[in-house]
């Protein structure tokens, strides 16, 4: 399993810098980098309540289906470990071919996006 991790990873009076990476749950190795970006330090930085979104870039076709698996992301600072929710899960766009479902598991929220064309093997 994978998850998204979030650090501090410095303070210049000003801003401060935050990482973004992937790490493999099981072993806590680095997996990808995904980005890095600056917040003022006026900000107050994150907190455990904060609201946030994902944007899924929908790879299924109107005849495929795309299953994936979303953990809860954590982020960490100054030691400590915080944990978001699982991400609400919603249709696209009116207009599109595509449909999802969602269904919880012991690894996460499980989604899966059809198209309207999908057609099963076996």
């Known amino acids: ?3 998204v991790e979030l650090s501090r990873v410095s303070d210049d009076g000003a801003t ?3 990482n973004g990476e992937v790490v493999n749950t ?3 190795a680095d997996v ?3 980005g890095s970006f600056r917040l003022p330090v006026a900000s107050g930085r994150f907190k455990a309540a904060d609201q946030g979104f994902i944007e899924p870039y929908l790879t299924a076709g109107c005849s495929q289906q ?3 698996t979303y953990g809860k992301p ?3 600072e100054a030691g400590n470990t915080y944990t978001g929710s699982l991400p609400t899960v919603t249709d ?3 207009g599109s071919c595509l449909s999802s479902t969602s269904t919880d598991t012991a690894a996460g929220r499980q989604v ?3 198209g309207d064309n999908f057609t099963p093997t076996g």
């Open 1 to 3: 399993m994978y998850a």
């Open 16 to 18: 401060q810098l935050m």
């Open 26 to 28: 099981e072993t806590g």
């Open 32 to 34: 990808a980098h995904i």
């Open 66 to 68: 795309v299953t994936v």
């Open 74 to 76: 954590v982020g960490k």
């Open 92 to 94: 696209p766009a009116s």
């Open 112 to 114: 899966t996006v059809t």
